[in-house]
């Protein structure tokens, strides 16, 4: 191994080593994910974040691109010098796990919103979660607009998590430009609406869905920008951004995002409630939710139930020991806000 290769392996155990500290770190002091959230990881939103989001495209998706037909070429060329190529390799992992840890990883270990709401969840009756689904589908039917959507997506999200910071504090702070996918029938595919990329600090969403659930998944990619990173609690801020906002579409997507949650945790306890409160949908709306559903039963396969597989598994290492379910969390939230609990 000539010093080059030397030079690049010990450069990528060490950045890999940095990154293993910085989660046995998050994993084995109490209060240090949090403190990590707040003085430290807001000023790499504030410089990685600032600087990739200058870019009108997702640098991620476009950079994941490159490395792929880099890795082909350089080992088509170089293939048979196993030294250069895994010297290579070892550098690419470090640095992968390095910028994981500290750009995303060490977040999962912050209190959760609720917490720092004083947000209590626990059990509530049918009837309260019932009083929960009569008020969205009021919502959703004033919310509800026939006009051509307007796609200032996201100028309104970084607005919606702008303004919604100026009442938590916790999410107070400077937003980047939410990114579409350029090829979105990757996420589409797996069953996402949308992701975070830990490596260049952006926000990306899947812009061929439906067009409601787009303004929703924009504030829930955003919230990750502030260090929430379960996926429940960002479902959660996703709402709030949403249905506090000024425009119209974006209130919009958030009561009937937090509609479809609500109904759905409603249908498993009082089917006959659930079609009464489905029939008082303007046809718009029924609309909308029929098309959604077109959508996604598209991509239903061996990809997605692979996808969902491995999320589950991502989300377990990653502190939220409910794996995927923990997105049903979201209807808990939504009954202690709704109860009066925070102002």
Not at 101 to 107: E, F
Not at 294 to 299: A, I, P, R, V
């Amino acid at each position: 191994m000539n010093n080059l290769n030397k030079h690049l392996t010990a450069a990528g155990a060490l950045l890999f080593v940095l990154g293993a500290v910085g989660q046995l770190a998050a994993r084995t002091f109490q209060g240090f994910g949090s403190w990590y959230a707040i003085h430290v990881y807001p000023l790499i939103v504030g410089t990685v974040g600032r600087f990739w989001g200058m870019f009108p495209v997702s640098v991620v998706e476009l950079g994941l691109y490159g490395l792929g037909l880099a890795a082909v070429w350089y080992v088509i060329r170089r293939g048979r010098d196993w030294r250069a190529v895994a010297a290579r390799a070892v550098l690419l992992t470090g640095a992968a796990a390095f910028l994981y840890t500290y750009q995303c990883g060490i977040n999962y270990y912050r209190l959760p919103f609720s917490v720092e709401l004083n947000l209590p969840t626990g059990r509530s009756s049918v009837e309260e979660l019932k009083g929960l689904c009569e008020y969205l589908t009021d919502r959703v039917n004033e919310s509800a607009d026939e006009s051509p959507y307007n796609r200032q997506w996201d100028v309104w999200g970084q607005q919606a998590m702008r303004e919604l910071g100026q009442q938590y504090p916790g999410l107070a702070g400077y937003y980047p430009r939410p990114k579409p996918v350029t090829v979105s029938w990757i996420l589409s595919v797996q069953q996402l609406c949308g992701i975070y990329s830990p490596f260049t600090v952006e926000a990306n969403y899947n812009r061929e869905m439906t067009d409601y659930n787009i303004p929703h998944t924009i504030c829930h990619e955003l919230s990750h920008l502030r260090g929430y990173m379960r996926e429940d609690e960002a479902n959660f801020i996703g709402y709030l951004a949403c249905i506090n906002s000024d425009q119209k579409p974006f209130r919009y997507s958030g009561y009937l995002t937090g509609w479809v949650y609500a109904t759905n945790a409603l249908a498993g306890q009082d089917r006959e409630s659930y079609r009464e409160l489905r029939e008082r949908l303007l046809p718009q709306v029924e609309q909308d939710l029929n098309d959604n559903t077109w959508f996604w039963n598209q991509y239903e396969g061996k990809v997605a139930e692979v996808s969902n597989q491995v999320n589950d598994t991502y989300l377990k290492i990653n502190n939220q020991q409910e794996g995927v379910r923990t997105y049903g969390r979201m209807v808990d939230l939504m009954l202690a806000y709704h109860r009066g609990a925070v102002p």
